[in-house]
């Protein structure tokens, strides 16, 4: 099924939006289950998430935190309070908001730190094994099923940690796959696989700012261009684009509103 594309002149109406989608995916996935399963990434996407859900009051009031379960698209393997680490930027930006409010936090599935230090306490320089088990132990916390999964794009078109070319596109053996060599820095990441998207409910995707421009015309244009993004549009799961304007001038893709 096509991926459907909402875009907007202001940063606000595209932060705006992805809330009231966000709140339609919860409100129906609370009306038959005790909790709300949700994946975030990094990037850009706390600061959207906290200017959608928690600065607008209006839909402040009708997140029911305490009933969410998040856990993380991919994950550096840093500390978890490290500048790089992606439950960071969201204790940062959502976290510390809530607390702030006195609102229950919610759910939230981080990495094992302990398993990332060395004797010492420090982070260690971390070995394949080491990292895997890391990736596992993530796994054995995944829902069988995410109601939500939000992704970003980043300039390469990679989403989670799969990047172009790499061949952890092909994996399907594990849900978390650990990586080493990850192109943009920090090299070693866990990421979610993509039998774990294929087996969500719902995808969405934001992309802000004219740097998306190029990327999003090869993800939308006539070519096949097998970038893991354009992968993520092909699976059989209703996906969702919430994008600035400028990200999608001169992309071949009709837009619409949410
Ligand atoms: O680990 C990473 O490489 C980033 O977190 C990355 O996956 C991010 O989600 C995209 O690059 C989109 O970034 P923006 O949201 O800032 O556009």
Redesign the pocket.
């Known amino acids: 099924m096509p991926a459907t594309v909402y875009s907007y002149a202001e940063s606000q109406d595209v932060a705006d939006s992805l809330a009231k989608y966000i709140l339609d995916i919860q409100t129906r996935a609370l009306a038959i289950a005790p909790t709300f399963k949700i994946a975030i990434?990094?990037?850009?996407?706390g600061k959207v998430l906290k200017k959608g859900l928690i600065d607008n009051e209006a839909m402040a009031r009708q997140i029911q935190w305490a009933k969410w379960e998040v856990s993380f698209s991919?994950e550096?393997l840093v500390a978890l309070d490290h500048e790089d680490s992606?439950y960071g930027l969201f204790n940062e930006m959502v976290l510390s908001a809530l607390k702030a409010k006195s609102i229950t936090a919610p759910k939230v599935y981080t990495i094992d730190e302990s398993l990332l230090k060395g004797e010492n306490g420090q982070v260690s320089e971390g070995t394949e094994a080491a990292d895997s088990q890391i990736a596992e132990q993530y796994a054995l916390q995944l829902p069988a099923s995410f109601d939500l999964v939000l992704?970003?794009?980043?300039?390469d078109g990679?989403?989670?940690?799969l990047f172009p070319g790499h061949a952890l596109l092909n994996e399907r053996s594990v849900k978390i796959a650990n990586i080493s060599d990850?192109p943009?820095p920090p090299p070693r990441?866990i990421t979610f696989t993509f039998p774990v998207l294929e087996a969500a409910k719902n995808i969405a995707f934001?992309?802000?700012?004219a740097g998306?421009a190029g990327i999003l015309g090869e993800i939308f244009g006539a070519k096949d261009s097998g970038l893991p993004s354009e992968q993520v549009n092909k699976i059989q799961v209703p996906v969702s684009w919430f994008v600035g304007d400028s990200a999608v001038a001169g992309v071949p893709v009709l837009t619409s509103k949410y």
């Open positions: 990434s990094g990037g850009s996407l991919d550096r992606n992704l970003g794009c980043g300039p990679h989403t989670c940690s990850s943009k990441r934001v992309a802000e700012g998306k």
